[in-house]
């Protein structure tokens, strides 16, 4: 007699049901042509099915929670951190010491930066990994990886790590395999045998690292191969038109789910499909590929979502948030980076007209099933991501818009607050690109120097605005760590010989648990900054306007010093306010009552906002949250 299903398999074969129609048809469309598609489908709902009998009880309960919330992540309650687990305290337990500093500032999302074993020496700044299986060893083990990821469980803290999707580190087992001519292996990369095909890619390809790492292959006389290395030498580039990538990449996010990750941040997706004659660069099959990942969570770990990294114009990145046959299947979250960006350049145009046209034009006003994850600045540079188009409609030129605000951020443009260093100078194009940590590009650093202490106050102001700003919008704000203590660049980089050659490390300085110790009662920008930002966070939480799914909608404020917009939630909406300058500024009371904001209450400050003659008067850099 046969034994009778348990609820546990029970679960699990109604989960794949609900998603087999997300997953099947796209490894058909990838993968059905290949005689040993029938085998691959058969082990790939093996490796699903041992996932979820291994996943532990706790997690398959937060599993179900989920299924019952499944707005878990838009709610307004959600807030991140983002950290080297080395520069915030050194190691994994170290981490478990500062939980009461990420609780007291209101967040509820915390994302380690890389922390999977990375290859020795250069590892691309964690990226280049060679076990996706064990931590880095410098941090910790992977026990504990999980008491941290209890701890923060416990806390109503959900845990996100890297994953990355394009390529592994040449020293992974499966590089070493296919070095040592195992064909098998050799199939799990691209490799070529003569640089003619390389050379045809390289036509149109781009190069994203041109000063350290030219071109997009390297080749290997000791293995006769010449092998696809998109970013780095020691990166070699998965071959993901092999379904057996697909199924151990599959069983890497169920090992990973099941030691509590919540969030997957799928790193350098756009890449992962090649095509002739193309950037290849975020080409359909990328979007079936992403879809049928997020398939296989939902149906082995429904508690985890995806993040998915591609910094790209507005139009290549909505895509991985699911458009057209994905919508609502794909990512879950993404980078907002023209926010980023269009914040960065209003503040140095005092001129809102350009950022108001990007994000009005180039984005709708909700998402199915996903959300942003909003930021004003991260581990990376800040590429000036502004089309010769979107500049030409605003009457501006794109490249000089673009080498402006390289200027003005690097701190040689006459008159500028900002103090950054440049990134990728690329002679050719003239592209520039910019690092600085938020306080530094928001002129903290320089006035702070020169003893300007209006300079100082106004900087403070302006990294308020921002957080303000990234915490209405809509979506997860996230939080780079020490930008909510006002840290500025850290020029030691450049004594160190592992990070003099990339001026990233600027904004990645070490945390500073002096200044964090005075944050609530000392008269300082830094604890200014941290009690400034951890208002903004708690009145995010209290307002339910903010939720992710609540439509947006961008306005024009009829001054072009103000960025404006909408959320239209239906049990009460709130028109946002931001004033980018320096000087007061005033927009019509009519108009603000036109757009549903009679009871003229900022929830920002809790207070009411009295118009003066007819005028909301804004004083500089300031950020109202009108109901």
């Given at each position: 007699m046969a034994k009778p299903p348990s609820a546990d398999d029970e679960i699990f074969d109604l989960r794949l049901a609900r998603s087999a129609p997300d997953l099947f048809p796209m490894l058909e469309a990838l993968y059905g042509a290949r005689p040993d598609y029938p085998a691959f489908r058969d082990r790939l709902v093996k490796a699903l099915r041992k996932g979820w009998a291994d996943r532990p009880q706790g997690l398959k309960r937060l599993d179900l929670l989920r299924d019952l919330e499944p707005d878990w992540f838009q709610r307004p309650?959600?807030?991140?951190?983002?950290?080297?687990?080395?520069?915030?305290?050194?190691?994994?337990?170290?981490?478990?010491?500062k939980l009461d500093y990420l609780q007291d500032l209101g967040i509820t999302y915390v994302h380690l930066m890389p922390c999977l074993k990375p290859r020795p020496g250069d590892s691309d700044g964690g990226y280049s990994v060679m076990d996706y299986r064990r931590i880095n060893p410098a941090f910790g083990t992977?026990?504990?990886?999980?008491t941290v990821a209890q701890a923060l469980r416990e806390r109503g803290m959900s845990l996100c790590v890297d994953l990355?999707?394009?390529?592994?580190?040449?020293?992974?087992?499966?590089?070493?395999?296919?070095?040592?001519?195992?064909?098998?292996?050799?199939?799990?990369?691209?490799?070529?045998?003569?640089?003619?095909?390389?050379?045809?890619?390289?036509?149109?390809?781009?190069?994203?690292?041109?000063?350290?790492?030219?071109?997009?292959?390297?080749h290997y006389p000791e293995i006769g191969k010449w092998v696809w290395?998109?970013?780095?030498?020691?990166?070699?580039?998965?071959?993901?038109?092999?379904?057996?990538?697909?199924?151990?990449i599959?069983?890497?996010?169920?090992?990973?789910a099941n030691k509590g990750v919540d969030v997957l941040r799928l790193d350098a997706v756009a890449f992962m499909w090649k095509r002739l004659g193309t950037r290849c660069q975020s080409e359909p099959e990328v979007h079936m590929l992403l879809q049928a990942l997020r398939a296989c969570s939902r149906i082995a770990s429904a508690a985890v979502i995806h993040l998915e990294e591609a910094i790209v114009a507005p139009a290549e990145m909505l895509p991985y948030l699911g458009r057209g046959r994905h919508d609502g299947k794909?990512?879950?979250?993404?980078?907002?980076?023209?926010?980023?960006?269009?914040?960065?350049?209003?503040?140095?145009?005092?001129?809102?007209?350009?950022?108001?046209?990007?994000?009005?034009?180039?984005?709708?006003?909700?998402?199915?099933?996903?959300?942003?994850?909003?930021?004003?600045?991260?581990?990376?540079?800040?590429?000036?991501?502004?089309?010769?188009?979107?500049?030409?409609?605003?009457?501006?030129?794109?490249?000089?818009?673009?080498?402006?605000?390289?200027?003005?951020?690097?701190?040689?443009?006459?008159?500028?607050?900002?103090?950054?260093?440049?990134?990728?100078?690329?002679?050719?194009?003239?592209?520039?690109?910019i690092s600085g940590s938020c306080a530094s590009l928001a002129g903290l650093e320089r006035a702070l120097a020169e003893g300007d202490a209006a300079g100082a106050e106004m900087a403070v102001q302006r990294i308020l605005m921002g957080h303000a700003l990234i915490a209405a919008f809509g979506g997860i704000p996230l939080i780079y760590m020490g930008d909510e203590l006002a840290l500025?660049?850290?020029?030691?980089?450049?004594?160190?010989?592992?990070?003099?050659?990339?001026?990233?490390?600027?904004?990645?300085?070490?945390?500073?648990?002096?200044?964090?110790?005075?944050?609530?009662?000392?008269?300082?920008?830094?604890?200014?900054?941290?009690?400034?930002?951890?208002?903004?966070?708690?009145?995010?939480?209290?307002?339910?306007?903010?939720?992710?799914?609540?439509?947006?909608?961008?306005?024009?404020?009829?001054?072009?010093?103000?960025?404006?917009?909408?959320?239209?939630?239906?049990t009460g909406g709130l028109l946002g306010l931001f004033n980018f300058t320096e000087h007061w500024q005033e927009v019509g009371e009519a108009w603000v009552r036109a757009l549903g904001a009679t009871a003229l209450h900022d929830a920002l400050s809790d207070a009411r906002v009295d118009p003066h003659q007819g005028q909301i008067v804004l004083p500089p850099y300031a950020r109202v949250w009108l109901t």
């Open positions: 309650g959600m807030t991140g951190y983002v950290f080297y687990i080395d520069r915030f305290n050194g190691s994994l337990r170290g981490i478990l010491d992977m026990e504990d990886f999980e990355v999707l394009n390529h592994t580190a040449k020293e992974h087992a499966w590089a070493r395999k296919a070095a040592q001519g195992d064909p098998k292996y050799q199939d799990y990369y691209l490799m070529f045998d003569t640089p003619d095909t390389p050379r045809l890619y390289e036509q149109t390809l781009v190069e994203v690292f041109p000063d350290n790492a030219p071109g997009n292959f390297t290395t998109t970013f780095n030498e020691h990166q070699w580039d998965l071959n993901w038109a092999n379904p057996a990538v697909f199924l151990e599959v069983e890497v996010m169920l090992f990973l794909e990512g879950n979250l993404a980078y907002h980076n023209s926010l980023m960006v269009q914040f960065w350049s209003a503040l140095a145009t005092r001129d809102t007209r350009l950022m108001t046209h990007v994000l009005a034009t180039h984005f709708p006003d909700r998402l199915t099933n996903a959300t942003y994850a909003t930021y004003i600045r991260c581990h990376d540079d800040i590429g000036w991501a502004v089309t010769d188009q979107d500049a030409a409609a605003v009457g501006v030129s794109g490249h000089g818009h673009r080498g402006f605000l390289s200027e003005f951020y690097e701190g040689s443009f006459p008159g500028t607050f900002a103090k950054g260093a440049l990134f990728q100078v690329n002679p050719l194009t003239g592209d520039k690109r500025p660049n850290d020029h030691g980089y450049l004594d160190d010989p592992h990070h003099a050659h990339d001026s990233r490390w600027v904004h990645r300085p070490r945390m500073d648990w002096a200044l964090a110790e005075a944050r609530h009662a000392a008269d300082t920008p830094s604890a200014r900054v941290f009690r400034g930002v951890k208002e903004i966070l708690a009145q995010r939480a209290a307002t339910p306007a903010l939720h992710g799914a609540v439509p947006l909608r961008v306005v024009s404020a009829g001054n072009d010093a103000v960025f404006a917009f909408q959320r239209l939630a239906p």
